[in-house]
């Protein structure tokens, strides 16, 4: 059974700082040990000379979600450039929007964007630290976790770039990195963004996932993580909570599992992080989410395709969706004239080479001169994000694509 393999693999990242550390809190509060006291901006961005700007997006659900701005790059007199593009940069599961600034500022994208030019928003989607807040609803109420990737997709993406768009009155470069893809592609394949885009860069995509072959992936797939939630009533998936933090103490007791190379057995042979960089990593990350949203991830590795999440028995599908199968995302819907770049690396054992073979299929009729793809032979998943040679390699790329001019 692999209902709960992406929620497992995933929340093992954390396993050696647990340990270490033990870290306890109950699967309804949370308790981060973490550098981020007020923030975002004060912890991350305003240190290294930037101005940040702390607010919030409500979204049509009535989640209240955390957004960063950083407007100028440092040392830029103010109003000096007009009309910058905006850039929306949206993390992916189990993170937050911190995990774009662990390097220094010289190798963090946000910082680098701005730098050169761009009005950065970094988004943080619903249920991670600074978006634990609702118009109605409480984290301690299991009605507050009632969500998956769905919801980002119809909310939560769509709050954001509407928001971002009112401010700055022009089309939006956007940034996703792991599931911040996937829910940009099936955004954008159900018409969402679509006006409001200006082009988008994908790293690490993972719009598919049945090629996941992590060394956990085996063990991962055999645990019992259904009947694990089941039984617990887990509404939140706190991966530092006392339930998740037992489970995998027991996970550990597996022949060939390594507790304390975890990063290397979850994500691939990342080629090029600073050991300072993984340890800031995990004293911020990372971040509570739905057990409804990692069963929807498993729901994907399992059955090879997008769809909404599936509530298996066909009269609870025809109840949310009039159908007795849940719809399914058809990439090939996006429209073809929106510039794509598509960064994915060869040792990435999350983002596997044959599944990017697949979105790529999927975007077959995208138009020519509107899709770029780099191929990393030895980047892996995290290397996109915290690698020390990510802005040679890679960041370069993404701005020099932003800066190309498409007519859209």
Not at 193 to 221: C, D, F, Q
Not at 246 to 256: N, T
Not at 263 to 285: A, I, M, P, Q, Y
Not at 296 to 321: A, C, E, I, W
């Amino acid at each position: 059974m692999l209902m709960g393999f992406v929620a497992f693999t995933l929340s093992l990242l954390l396993l050696p700082f647990i340990l270490l550390h033990q870290v306890h809190a109950s699967s309804h509060g949370t308790n981060y040990v973490t550098t981020n006291v007020d923030g975002i901006c004060t912890s991350s961005v305003i240190i290294h000379g930037y101005k940040c700007q702390e607010l919030v997006v409500t979204t049509k659900d009535g989640y209240i979600l955390s957004l960063q701005r950083i407007p100028e790059g440092r040392g830029e007199v103010s109003g000096t450039r007009t009309k910058k593009q905006p850039v929306i940069l949206q993390h992916g599961v189990l993170v937050d929007g911190m995990t774009w600034l662990l390097n220094p500022p010289e190798e963090d994208l946000p910082l680098i964007l701005a730098d050169n030019g761009f009005d950065v928003w970094i988004a943080n989607t619903r249920g991670t630290r600074y978006s634990r807040r609702h118009i109605s609803l409480d984290p301690s109420n299991p009605a507050f976790w009632n969500w998956s990737w769905d919801e980002l997709v119809a909310y939560d993406l769509p709050a954001v770039f509407d928001y971002v768009f009112k401010q700055t009155s022009q089309k939006i470069h956007y940034v996703g990195h792991s599931l911040g893809t996937l829910i940009a592609l099936a955004s954008l394949s159900e018409g969402k963004l679509v006006k409001e885009v200006k082009s988008a860069a994908l790293l690490s995509p993972i719009a598919y996932l049945s090629h996941m072959n992590t060394a956990l992936g085996v063990v991962a797939a055999k645990t019992f993580v259904a009947e694990f939630t089941t039984l617990f009533g887990l509404a939140e998936f706190n991966p530092r909570g006392l339930h998740v933090h037992a489970l995998l103490h027991s996970l550990c007791a597996y022949p060939g599992i390594d507790c304390y190379d975890l990063l290397t057995s979850l994500t691939g042979k990342n080629c090029c992080l600073n050991s300072s960089t993984v340890d800031l990593f995990l004293r911020n990350e990372p971040q509570s989410t739905s057990t409804k949203n990692l069963v929807h991830l498993s729901q994907t590795v399992r059955d090879g395709f997008l769809s909404k999440f599936n509530y298996v028995k066909p009269s609870y599908n025809y109840m949310h969706y009039g159908e007795v199968f849940p719809p399914i995302y058809n990439l090939s819907n996006i429209p073809h004239d929106i510039p794509l770049f598509i960064s994915y690396g060869g040792k990435d054992a999350l983002s596997d080479v044959h599944d990017v073979g697949n979105l790529l299929d999927s975007l077959k009729f995208h138009d020519v001169d509107k899709l770029s793809v780099q191929f990393i032979k030895d980047y892996a998943h995290a290397d996109y994000i915290m690698g020390i040679n990510a802005r040679d390699i890679v960041y370069n790329v993404v701005l020099s694509f932003f800066n190309q001019t498409f007519d859209r």
